[in-house]
Structures are given as C-alpha cells and as structure tokens.
C-alpha cells in the first residue's frame, strides 16, 4: 500500500512557465516531507523540505507547499528551466528527529520543459 | 569533496548466484542507508546503520539479503541464490547523523541484473 503518491507520471511545460507537482499521503504520523530530483544515471540529489508544523517553505524558484488536512503537497517551480528536466521525488519521514529515519517516496514524476 | 560511491555501476548475475554491492559513503557520515528501487518505483527502504550496526533491518525482504558494516564506514550488501525479482537499482545514501535534520546524500547506484 503506497504511503507517499505521485499520481501524475509525468508532466510536459514550456520554459518560463509553472511547473506544479503534487503529491499526497496517506499517513497523518509523517511530519517531515522533502522532495528529490534525480537526473538518469545519478542518484536523488535532495532540492527541499518542509516540516509538517509549516504550509510553506521557499528556495529560490523553489516553493513547497503542504496542506495537512488533505494530505497534500506540491512542488512549484518558477520560473521553470530546461535543466529542470528529471525525475521529482517526493518523501516523508515519520519521527523526524528520531533515530534511523527512513525516507518513504512515491513513485516520482518525469518532468520535462521544452524551451 | 567526494560523494558517495558504489560498486560495481552494473552487475549482470545468473539467477541462484551471489552477489556483492558495496557503498562508500561521504567521510565522516555515521549514518548509512540502502534502498532498491523497482523499475517505475521510487526507492524503497531496506537497511540503516548508525556506525558499525544495522540500527533497523526490517525494510530487507527476505533472509536472502544481508548487509554488513565492520568499521562503520563502508557497507556491502550481499544477496545469496539471487532471483529474477531481484533486479533493480540498489542505491545507498548516508548522512551526517540520524533524523530528519540531517540531509541524506546518494551514491549513482548499482544497477543489478538477474538472469
């Protein structure tokens, strides 16, 4: 039964515009969420995370929002690039500040922007 | 500095053979993970260690796999009487620390393959 989903496969933009993924979860005990971007051949390389105690958190192009009470979270990048091109994670933990905390991830969207 | 390594970058094996996967981690890193990741799956969990022990086994599948960690710095994954079902990327990462708060950093991966 998968705990963190990635419903949309993938996912076309144009250089310049919006890119927005989401991703929802099924367990209320996660309370940290992160995202990875993993380009082929290489490992997830981490791009940003958000406590569950936040709705917001912002890095640059780089906007992740959470909504706890639908168990919802997206991804925004603007304005998107061409190297933003790869593969897009998302992960929870649960117990964050315990010990050996594993990342849960979906199953990832291929992001693709043409320019 | 130096990432995290693994080797080999590709194994081809023949089902029932054994197999060997080795993770070098970033110097200094305490905590070290393996996860496998299906084709069209985001990575799973498998094993953490904290220094030389395995602090949580309960993500490997079977007593077919089993990972060692002598001097809490490299770790090898070894997988006895391999089968089909086992091929997939096996990708290792390691951190700082345990939690949350500590960035999880990933090798490349091992892409393994069963005959």
């Known amino acids: 039964d998968q705990q963190v989903k990635q419903n949309s496969p993938s996912l076309s933009v144009q250089e310049g515009r919006i890119s927005i993924l989401n991703c929802d979860y099924t367990?209320?005990?996660?309370?940290?969420f992160l995202w990875y971007k993993k380009y082929p051949a290489e490992g997830p390389t981490f791009l940003i995370s958000?406590?569950?105690?936040?709705d917001k958190n912002e890095d640059g192009r780089f906007t992740v929002f959470l909504n706890k009470s639908a168990k919802h979270l997206s991804l925004h990048i603007v304005p998107s690039q061409p190297g933003d091109s790869a593969v897009y994670f998302c992960?929870?933990?649960?117990?964050?500040?315990?010990?050996?905390?594993?990342?849960?991830f979906g199953k990832g969207t291929t992001l693709s922007v043409s320019s | 500095g130096a990432g995290v390594s693994q080797t080999p970058s590709n194994k081809v094996t023949e089902k029932g053979k054994y197999v060997e996967l080795r993770c070098d981690p970033i110097?200094?890193?305490?905590?070290l993970y393996w996860y496998r990741q299906s084709l069209g799956q985001g990575p799973e969990f498998l094993i953490y260690?904290?220094?030389?022990?395995?602090?949580?086994d309960s993500g490997l599948p079977n007593d077919r796999f089993f990972a060692v960690r002598p001097e809490g710095s490299v770790s090898t994954l070894k997988i006895q009487r391999t089968e089909r079902g086992d091929s997939a990327m096996y990708l290792c990462?390691?951190?700082?620390?345990?939690?949350?708060?500590?960035?999880?950093?990933f090798g490349p991966g091992t892409r393994l393959t069963v005959l």
């Open positions: 110097s200094g890193h305490t905590a």
């Open positions: 990462a390691s951190s700082l620390g345990p939690g949350a708060r500590y960035e999880q950093f």
């Open positions: 260690f904290q220094g030389t022990g395995a602090a949580d």
């Open positions: 367990n209320s005990m996660f309370d940290y």
């Open positions: 958000i406590s569950s105690i936040k």
């Open positions: 992960a929870a933990i649960r117990g964050a500040n315990q010990a050996g905390t594993a990342l849960i």
